[in-house]
């Protein structure tokens, strides 16, 4: 049985990640769907195998998308049935288009949005700070702090979500995804067999205009309403009786109550600890703030909570200084650890910090750094390889540009390999390829794995069929989205015996594309690929070469043959 | 209990992850109060895992340059990556056998001098505690435990605030039923190793 499956009250290490799917399951959550990204894919991962050993308890899809994934929980939540999605913060970019609106026509049972932030980059393209969705779409957001937080949360959330009838949001960060600690467990409900149903009501499910109006203004009321919530919201604590404040949320109240124990300055200070920090507390701030001299915000990322303050405390036209992120005691840059947090507060307070001087070796040489890199034997190196010894006998490798794409073989970007000249996005390769082939006269070869392919590589390349433009896509399907441990994608060949799922086949979608060059090579088979790559590049047309082998790990996993 | 801080550092694919897990739940088993962070992501591909063990009612999942009570390195270049992380009251183990990156097997850089190095912070700290661990696993009919066998290494410094049993327990219970006597022989190899 499925370690999330035992029956409580226990308590069991969990991981965040996993203390949200038993949260989610002592909630009776029903449809499942999620696109993977860390630090948010153990979720997925979760949810996948209890899915397969218990396909009546819950129904979970690794969807091709974050913007599927969001529009096929939304509907389950519109017929009633409790839903969730989760998915990495740049996650929420693709799936914002459904999130925005979503908002809109809202829900009718519990759904929860796991928006996962990832300050530091520690995985990511960037660094955004996902709370600001919250004040675009008008959802609320939860941010917890600790595993049992992570369980306890995901349970508010959906109480929250029917309360509003509005999709909540999960906000966690690599420091609370990825963080183990000791998870009291509730109880299971009893598995229920029930379908949802939708309930036909146009003038609230079909956003036409004038419905939008209509929706825009319930949305603002239910707004209003989640700002009463919110202020009495009883997960929302303060702590200490001093008259210096410091408001803070997620991991960072972590570090704050570290830092107060080892400056012994809990008389000196008092805390007020957000949970739900969107829409924020109000009346709850402006009481924390009267008799305080100074507030200190600690956030990771971006003054979200701090900015929202200074707007409670402008509107009461007090006048008590806020710091945070305007320069004095943290940056907008990278997440946060105990020591810059303590020495923060201790220079809020005028104390002395408690530093312990770092082992310093004198003759420390430089070290070699160990960046990560393609496993032995991995497919896209030697497809890699075959691409560059055809460049080079073709003679144009001075004036061949490589757009690649997220996956595994991002690594490309990495010597000997250094094949990747351009990334933004997930799907980035095919679109940027269409641009720099019509602003440049260099040759355009680019790379997409198969699950970020079926992502958001296929319209692209529909477009560039459409358009004309002229490049080489290399197709690097590998049979796995490898990166974030192995999920299936629709183009999957090599599957375990219970996954029955039906295959959509990569060729297939090309050639549906429209694309007429369309060639196919075994990276391990080096003398019958080459020719295979050299007729390709000679074209001077939208050319698709499709490099199939599966991952090595993966095939070892699922016994799968090369 | 008094606080502890544990940092654990090691290459994606040394069980370095499972070894600090595995002393989480004999903490929790012992009524520990217990956090640990881990990095995933890139790791499985050969890059630098780093865990933390935080015991005794700390809040704060990571650990701070000069702040570690222990570091418990996998690899020797990765324990010098992270010694800025220790004090002179701090206390080291680490194995010696190296896993060379791919920069120093392309030649762009260069595998430090371990010995000499290590010889300095031996005289720098609380307690310094190394062997080749990968040597000794193997030697043990444990080729794959070197993870358990630094645990071992740990535990039997008595830093710990957990029994043997409990340890021996959670080893029994947590790894996979055919590598119970292999990692208990590497536990074992690396308890009497220390103490």
């Known amino acids: 049985m499925h370690q999330l499956l035992k029956t409580g009250p226990t308590t069991m290490l969990l991981l965040g990640n996993e203390a949200i ?3 989610a399951l002592e909630a009776g959550v029903r449809v499942t769907a999620s696109y993977p990204g860390t630090p948010s894919s153990e979720i997925g991962n979760n949810l996948f195998q209890i899915h397969s ?7 979970f899809e690794f969807s091709v998308n974050e913007k599927v994934a969001m529009e096929v929980a939304a509907a389950a939540a519109a017929a009633g049935v409790r839903s969730l999605t989760c998915m990495k913060h740049v996650g929420m970019n693709v799936a914002s288009d459904a999130m925005m609106s979503l908002a809109y026509v809202g829900v009718r049972a519990g759904m929860v949005i796991v928006c996962a932030d ?14 600001f969705y919250g004040k675009m779409s008008f959802l609320p957001i939860l941010e917890p702090a600790s595993p049992q937080e992570m369980m306890d949360l995901t349970k508010k959330a959906f109480e929250l979500s029917e309360a509003l009838e509005l999709p909540v949001i999960l906000r966690t960060t690599t420091r609370t995804a990825h963080v183990r600690g000791p998870v009291q467990l509730g109880s299971l409900p009893e598995a229920k067999k029930e379908s949802g149903r939708f309930q036909k009501d146009a003038k609230r499910w079909v956003l036409v205009p004038g419905t939008a109006r209509l929706r825009r203004k319930v949305l603002l009321e239910r707004f209003e309403q989640a700002m009463s919530i919110s202020d009495g919201f009883d997960l929302n604590e303060i702590t200490g009786s001093g008259d210096m404040g410091i408001v803070a949320s997620g991991v960072s109240r972590g570090y704050v109550m570290d830092a107060i124990d080892d400056l012994g300055c809990k008389n000196q200070i008092s805390c007020l600890f957000l949970v739900m920090t969107h829409p924020l507390p109000e009346k709850t701030i402006a009481d924390f703030v009267v008799n305080k001299k100074a507030i200190l915000v600690v956030e990771e990322l971006e003054p979200f909570l701090e900015e929202g303050i200074r707007a409670v405390l402008q509107r009461m036209g007090v006048s008590t200084p806020v710091y945070g992120k305007n320069g004095e005691y943290f940056s907008r840059m990278s997440e946060f650890n105990p020591a810059l947090v303590r020495g923060a507060i201790a220079r809020f307070l005028g104390c002395a910090d408690v530093r312990v001087e770092p082992l310093a070796v004198s003759n420390m040489p430089p070290l070699p750094i160990r960046p990560p890199s393609l496993c032995k034997g991995c497919p896209h190196t030697e497809t890699y390889n075959i691409i560059k010894e055809t460049v080079i006998g073709m003679g144009f490798e001075e004036n061949v540009l490589y757009p690649t794409d997220i996956g595994c073989y991002t690594l490309g970007v990495m010597p000997p390999i250094q094949m990747a000249d351009y990334l933004i996005c997930m799907g980035s390769s095919v679109g940027s390829s269409a641009g ?3 602003s ?5 070869i680019s790379f997409i794995g198969d699950s970020t392919f079926f992502h958001s590589g296929v319209s692209s390349l529909i477009n560039a069929v459409h358009q004309g433009h002229h490049f080489c896509l290399v197709i690097l399907d590998n049979s796995t989205t490898a990166m974030t441990g ?6 999957i060949q090599y599957v375990p015996p219970e996954y029955k799922k039906t295959r959509v086949t990569i060729e297939q979608v090309v050639r549906g594309c429209g694309v007429r060059n369309v060639f196919k090579i075994n990276p391990y088979k080096k003398d019958e690929a080459l020719p295979v790559v050299r007729q390709a590049l000679s074209l001077n047309d939208l050319v698709v070469i499709i490099s199939e082998a599966p991952c090595v790990l993966y095939a070892k996993k699922v016994g799968g043959r090369r | 209990m008094k606080r502890m801080k544990l940092l654990f550092v090691g290459v994606g694919g040394q069980g370095t992850l499972l070894a600090s897990r595995l002393l989480g739940e004999a903490c929790m088993k012992n009524g520990i109060s217990v956090l640990l962070s881990e ?22 999942p990571l650990i701070s340059l000069g702040e570690a009570d222990v570091l418990i390195g996998f690899e020797p270049l990765e324990t010098l990556r992270a010694i800025s992380y220790c004090n002179k009251d701090s206390v080291v183990i680490t194995s010696l056998s190296p896993i060379v990156p791919n920069m120093v097997k392309l030649g762009a850089s260069q595998y430090p001098d371990i010995n000499s190095l290590f010889n300095e912070i031996k005289g720098m700290v609380a307690g310094f505690y190394a062997c080749d661990a990968e040597e000794l696993a193997n030697k043990i009919g444990s080729p794959k435990s070197v993870n358990v066998l630094l645990l071992g290494m740990l535990m039997g410094t008595g830093l710990l605030p957990v029994s043997m049993e409990s340890m021996e327990d959670t080893i029994r219970t947590q790894v996979k039923p055919k590598t119970v006597d292999a990692n208990l022989n590497a536990f074992m190899a690396g308890v009497n190793l220390v103490s």
């Open chain 1, 53 to 59: 050993e218990a396909p009546d308890l819950l129904y």
């Open chain 1, 440 to 444: 440049t006269t260099q040759k355009v």
């Open chain 1, 21 to 23: 799917v038993r949260g």
């Open chain 1, 118 to 131: 990832d300050p530091s980059i520690h995985s990511s393209q960037n660094e955004q700070d996902n709370r």
């Open chain 1, 486 to 491: 192995h999920q299936p994608n629709p183009g």
């Open chain 2, 39 to 60: 990095v995933h992501g890139m790791a499985q591909r050969g890059g630098v895992v780093e865990s933390t063990v935080m015991l005794g009612g700390l809040k704060s």
């Open chain 1, 436 to 438: 720099f082939s019509v």
